[in-house]
């Protein structure tokens, strides 16, 4: 795996339709984070994964180039975070871990449905009578 460079590339740009050639053939590399053309020294700094010899041969395609300078890019230093303190628990979730809004209460429903098969047959709630 390539490490991310800073490289600074020397162009001779006199025409604005060869700045826009050479700013779309390197943004087609995979890999470039940022590019930036200093458009009064004719310094293109490019930023990214990059391949640097790759890079100038396609742009000596469209104009003279030369390489000014290679750096490797440091990754930004990562701040460790205060850790966040955790938030207590509140009693009723684990006293009734099931309490939600649509329980099942199987009490709720045990006598509420009457089937009446015949015409006029009638369901009793007493046990073992039924009058027709």
Do not use: W
Request: proline share 9%; aromatic share 8%.
């Amino acid at each position: 795996m390539t490490t991310a460079k800073k490289v600074v590339l020397q162009l001779s740009i006199h025409e604005e339709k060869i700045r826009k050639k050479a700013l779309v053939t390197v943004s087609r590399f995979s890999g470039v984070t940022s590019i930036t053309i200093d458009d009064k020294s004719g310094k293109m700094t490019v930023v990214g994964e990059v391949d640097v010899p790759v890079i100038v041969i396609k742009l000596r395609k469209l104009c003279h180039t030369d390489i000014v300078s290679v750096d490797d890019v440091k990754p930004p230093e990562k701040k460790p975070e205060p850790e966040k303190p955790a938030l207590p628990i509140p009693a009723e979730f684990i006293t009734y871990p099931m309490n939600y809004a649509y329980q099942y209460n199987p009490h709720a429903y045990a006598n509420s449905y009457y089937y009446q098969p015949y015409g006029n047959c009638r369901v009793v709630d007493e046990p073992n009578c039924v009058i027709m």
